[in-house]
């Protein structure tokens, strides 16, 4: 069962940048579209970003404009870069993984076990 763990979550002030880290434990991560999650306090998780193995990209609403996601295929590791932060975006963010379906689609379920995840906190 591959593994994951997501790092760089933290306290930051509004309108200030994070960028989260999330690490896969196999060889062959670059067959894989990568998604971000967020959970927060009494909220269901929500899909924050995706990336193909084309290196497609799609976002949530509330990521639009703020949140770009990337991929290291070398380093099995995707990234989660966030400006503009706003306390709503306090949350659990988590990543996981999904089949990828031609050149930039993706389909089914969730794959791998979830991570710990990564607390981001954003107050003054």
């Known amino acids: 069962q591959v593994q994951v763990v997501e790092s760089g979550g933290d306290l930051v002030q509004p309108g200030g940048s994070l960028r989260l880290s999330c690490t896969a434990s196999?060889?062959?991560?670059?067959?894989?579209?990568m998604t971000w999650y967020r959970q927060a306090p009494g909220n269901q998780r929500e899909l924050v970003a995706v990336?193909?193995?084309?290196?497609?990209?799609r976002y949530a609403d509330s990521a639009k404009g703020r949140f770009t996601i990337s991929r290291n295929n070398a380093e099995h590791t995707v990234y989660l870069q966030m400006n503009s932060l706003k306390p709503e975006d306090t949350a659990i963010y988590y990543c996981n993984a999904r089949k990828s379906v031609g050149s930039g689609g993706y389909a089914g379920d969730d794959l791998w076990s979830w991570g710990q995840g990564t607390q981001v906190t954003v107050s003054s």
């Open positions: 196999t060889n062959i991560f670059s067959i894989y579209t």
């Open positions: 990336i193909t193995s084309g290196g497609t990209t």
